[in-house]
């Protein structure tokens, strides 16, 4: 019997044999020619490997994906709304999914005097 790595192979005909179970006294039956084979009691195997060793396109992106926290992140854009407050015509808003994703997202609405409102869109 020959072993390569934790493959163990038939002497007589080269064939792939059962598993190993570790055991010198375990005998690997060949299915293919029928030959009775002697296991040698199998050494664990360690393999290693670098990422360089398998490249990977979804590797290469996540790569350069860059981590921000959530409270960096602006959110916020201008538009041309009348706050009922003040009478401002410039107010900041906000869309967010809140519902189902088939139904509109909800747009909330902030103006400099402090005023929020909020509509369904």
């Known amino acids: 019997?020959?072993?390569?790595?934790s493959l163990v192979f038939c002497t007589d005909c080269g064939n792939l044999l059962p598993v190993s179970k570790g055991n010198e006294k375990n005998i690997l039956h060949c299915e293919c020619?029928?030959?009775?084979?002697q296991d040698t009691a199998a050494k664990t195997t360690v393999t290693e490997s670098k990422p360089s060793d398998f490249?990977?396109?979804l590797r290469q992106k996540l790569s350069i994906v860059q981590s921000v926290k959530?409270?960096?992140?602006?959110?916020?854009?201008v538009?041309?709304?009348t706050c009922e407050k003040c009478g401002?015509?410039?107010?900041?808003y906000t869309a967010v999914q809140l519902r189902?994703?088939?139904?509109?997202?909800?747009i909330f609405f902030?103006?400099?005097?402090?005023?929020?409102?909020n509509t369904n869109n």
């Open 100 to 106: 189902s994703a088939d139904e509109g997202s909800t």
């Open 88 to 92: 401002r015509t410039e107010v900041r």
């Open 79 to 81: 538009i041309n709304e």
């Open 55 to 57: 490249p990977s396109l």
């Open 33 to 37: 020619c029928g030959a009775d084979n």
């Open 1 to 5: 019997m020959a072993a390569i790595g």
């Open 70 to 77: 959530r409270h960096d992140v602006q959110t916020e854009a």
């Open 110 to 117: 902030t103006c400099e005097c402090g005023h929020k409102w």
